[in-house]
């Protein structure tokens, strides 16, 4: 079975915040640098985290060329981004982007077997958000929260196609947001780069040929403790997570991010015999403004391949790839038919590359 993407949506918060604007806003409020703990104290990790043997020193001393073009831009490429006001809840947009991605498939409720909701992070803390989001959607069927990092849509689009090719679903949707604004509103180096987003696509079958084709994941727990929360209490009694870092957080990514970008991404096309001239298109969860860059470089890819909106949206985590995919078919580099790469790195989690051949998509 052909199994794929049929209906994607992507829903932005109204206000925008300039890079300009911001550093005046940040400067008169305050920020506090990053603490010099490495790791949450219920994480169960050593108190040090030390990059492992392996990976390409060669990539890893590109990878670092590549980054001091921006040395001097306190935002690390972003020129904008969408934040949400403090009495706005992103769960509004996330069901905007359902409604959107419904209504441009031509389908209601009733057809969706599944809702797979994927949160960065999720409003209700315990819980999660998909049953709160089944209500205000009036959804009765099944509703999952799965909690695999910025690489979750991708491992949830997995496991809706592998559902539906075991004829156990016919059409799954998942919902992926992203509160980074407020989760690192704490920390001074990457809250410049923070925005918000929300995003819903329908997983279904294609036409012949259409669809999935491969897929590698691999587990980035040697990542733990680079990245970590902790819950604070606001005045107000409200509850909410702040994610911090450790304080050589950039030397630790630098090692990490070219080791699993070539055992996920590189070695996977080798693997599949895919050259990468036979790819239409290739995108990457961009966490600052050379990510994209350094991947193309890696692939052999030219730049007319690729979508960069990093400067425009910033650091989204979970919803990236897909505002990338969707703004690419908008502006018509994406066509049906194409062969489509995605590579979503995703740390104390799961990398993921997905190749896909992709179908018409109906866009919300």
């Not at 989001?133 to 929260?145: C, E, I, P, R, T």
């Not at 991708?154 to 496991?159: E, N, P, R």
């Not at 980074?180 to 809250?191: K, L, N, Q």
Request: hydrophobic content about 40%; charged content about 20%.
């Amino acid at each position: 079975m052909n199994v794929g993407i049929e209906a994607l949506s992507v829903v932005f918060p109204e206000h925008i915040v300039f890079s300009d604007e911001e550093i005046e806003h940040l400067k008169k409020d305050g920020i506090n640098q990053p603490e010099k703990k490495t790791v949450n104290s219920f994480a169960g990790q050593s108190s040090t985290t030390k990059p492992v043997s392996g990976g390409s020193s060669s990539a890893q001393s590109r990878w670092n060329e590549l980054s001091q073009k921006y040395k001097s831009d306190p935002f690390l490429g972003v020129k904008k981004k969408h934040v949400l006001k403090e009495e706005e809840s992103i769960l509004t947009y996330a069901c905007d982007a359902a409604r959107r991605a419904l209504k441009a498939a031509d389908l209601t409720l009733e057809d969706i077997d599944m809702l797979i909701v994927s949160s960065m992070f999720p409003e209700y803390i315990d819980e999660g958000d998909a049953s709160y989001l089944s209500a205000m959607l009036d959804f009765k069927g099944v509703a999952l929260n799965i909690s695999a990092m910025c690489s979750a849509p991708f491992v949830a689009l997995k496991i809706a196609g592998d559902l539906i090719a075991g004829g156990a679903n016919q059409k799954i949707m998942v919902i992926s947001t992203c509160t980074y604004s407020r989760s690192f509103s704490g920390s001074w180096r990457v809250s410049k780069m923070s925005g918000d987003a929300a995003a819903a696509f329908i997983v279904g079958e294609l036409k012949d040929g259409q669809g999935i084709v491969a897929t590698r994941t691999v587990n980035s727990h040697k990542t733990n403790g680079i990245f970590y929360n902790t819950i604070e209490v606001t005045e107000e009694g409200v509850w909410r997570r702040q994610t911090k870092h450790v304080k050589n957080a950039g030397e630790l990514v630098s090692h990490f991010f070219p080791q699993l970008f070539q055992e996920t991404c590189v070695d996977f096309l080798a693997s599949e015999k895919i050259d990468p001239e036979s790819i239409d298109f290739f995108t990457s969860f961009n966490a600052t403004g050379w990510y994209g860059e350094y991947c193309l470089e890696q692939l052999g890819l030219p730049e007319s391949k690729s979508l960069d909106l990093f400067p425009e949206y910033g650091f989204i985590s979970n919803v990236f790839c897909l505002a990338t995919l969707f703004e690419a078919q908008k502006r018509g580099r994406i066509k049906e038919n194409d062969l489509v790469l995605v590579y979503n790195h995703g740390f104390t989690s799961n990398c993921v590359s997905m190749l896909m051949r992709w179908g018409d998509v109906a866009l919300g």
